[in-house]
């Protein structure tokens, strides 16, 4: 997601609707897929089957791509690890590439995978990948699919050899929002923040929504740092809202190990991103919210092993997913978490998993006094509304253009 990463040169360069169901994993008739009534065309790929003679399975080649790298103890590192458990898949060859910008570097990328490498299945995760560079790729090679991390697929507008998927892993922000309120003990909470898109937005929100359930005079201070791997900001930003009483530092960077070893360094607690940091603040990493992509990509590479594809209609073009799905996951409780915010953290999760939970309901008011949900009105978490988020919940100190 970041531009700061310089490219390292590899071989490859120097050769040269919404859900028709609810979410990717909430229903399994997803996961099955839509049996088309019509056979895919001739420009869908050659998909793996089973030989009548051997009973062996052809391999499907997977590429990933990331904007910086694999150890990241973040976002890209999340990625690496969910590429590493599909390659286990016997059926399944993968190739990557690490610290690739959010410029046209990475349509050379995705070239090179597909030309020389065989790549018939990609997956781009940086969310400036999108467009306009997966998109023009996609008209370029209409029989490679390419599954982008976060970008949201329109009917009609882009290439149907195009998806998207993304996890709600704001439903583990909103448990970890109850936990640091249980934790806090100034009321004010930290989130260090890259850009203001929807995404982020709404782990700002959810995080913020799930302390104030628990207490609803909690604030959480945000800082915009401009970009998603800029360290030196990112610890500013740390210092700065710890020398104004915060306590408790969360965050949704590319890389949050400055954030947690700044917070652990200055004696407060943090809350983890993307993947496991506990071992970066011992003694104050309360929880986090992680993904679990090793499950998704397992998924779609069984779809695609079965012959389904986004362009015969047996993937689905937007995919999503929550705790109950297997999208993401919640850290392990640190040593220094309550019986108390146990119980809550887990009695929430629970909603979560049964699916009674819904974080966005009405009357819910912005910062600045605007009522964004009306009273008796409610959004799901599959409803595409939340993916246009714009606003910053009452309780939020900050904006959401910064």
Known sequence: MSTRHPLHLNRRQIIRGILATTAFGVSSRLWTGCTPNTPPSATTPATPTNSASTGAVKPITMGFIYVGPKDDYGYNQAHALGKEGVSKLPWVKTVEQANVPETTEVQEAMRNMIEQDGATVLFPTSFGYFDPHILKLAQEYPEVQFFHCGGLYVDGKHPKNVGSYYGYIDEAQYIAGIVAAHTTKTGKLGFVAAKPIPQLIRNINSFTLGARSVNPKITTQVIFTGDWSLPVKEAE????????????????????????????????????????????????????????????????????????????????????????????????????????????????????????????????????????????????????????????????????TS
């Open 237 to 400: 930003a740390a210092n700065s809202m710890i020398d104004q009483g915060v306590d408790v530092l969360t965050c949704h960077v590319d890389s949050p190990k400055v954030v947690m070893e700044t917070a652990e360094k200055r004696g407060v607690f943090c809350s983890g991103y993307h993947a496991n940091q506990a071992i970066l603040a011992p003694k104050g990493y309360i929880t986090g919210a992680e993904w679990d992509w090793t499950n998704v990509y397992s998924r779609y590479a069984e779809m695609i092993r079965d012959g389904k594809t986004l362009m015969n209609g047996g993937i689905s073009h937007l995919v999503r997913g929550g705790l109950k799905d297997g999208f993401c996951k919640l850290s392990n409780y640190g040593s220094v978490v309550g019986e108390a915010a146990k119980k809550d953290a887990d009695a929430a999760k629970a909603k979560f998993i049964d699916g009674s939970m819904v974080i966005y309901k009405g009357e819910l008011k912005d910062n600045t006094g605007k009522t964004v949900v009306a009273s008796a009105k409610e959004y799901k978490q599959e409803d595409p509304e939340l993916e246009k988020m714009n606003w910053l919940v009452e309780g939020v100190l900050g904006s959401a």
